[in-house]
């Protein structure tokens, strides 16, 4: 029988998604006004985009989803698939790194996740290695 995507590790929720999708929507959604063209990204995406930040750099998840949007040319991405995307790059990046994985060799998802984000209280480690990540690399 096959499990649910809710079911699966956070490494095979990160690899569930392959492709990124491109909609039109007529309604405003969210922050999104309507007759909008929104990038549904791939936690892939996300791990890129936060690879990408320097020590030491904070980038909040509205910034991140205005860059994406940008470099896929359309209006916006979406909020609700940011919020569970990241935490999925941030779930599966700490089970490697409970499993051995090096900080240099890891996705540094606490630039983009600081601990009073409401994404973070939802992280099955809580906020203390976030603070000390942030900590360490002097983000405030």
Known sequence: MKK???ELPWNEKFQHRKN???K???KKFSD???NSDILIATPKIFDD????IPVGTSVDLKKVRQDLA?????DHTCPV???LFVRIVAEATYEKIQKGLSIEEATPFWRVISPKAPIAKKLSFGTEFLEKMRN???IL
Not at 49 to 52: A, G, H, L, P
């Open 4 to 6: 649910k995507i809710s």
């Open 136 to 138: 360490d690399e002097g």
């Open 32 to 34: 999104i006004p309507e």
């Open 24 to 26: 039109h929507i007529d």
């Open 70 to 74: 940008k470099n896929y040319k359309v």
């Open 20 to 22: 990124h999708q491109i």
């Open 81 to 83: 698939t940011t919020g």
């Open 49 to 52: 985009y936060i690879r990408k």
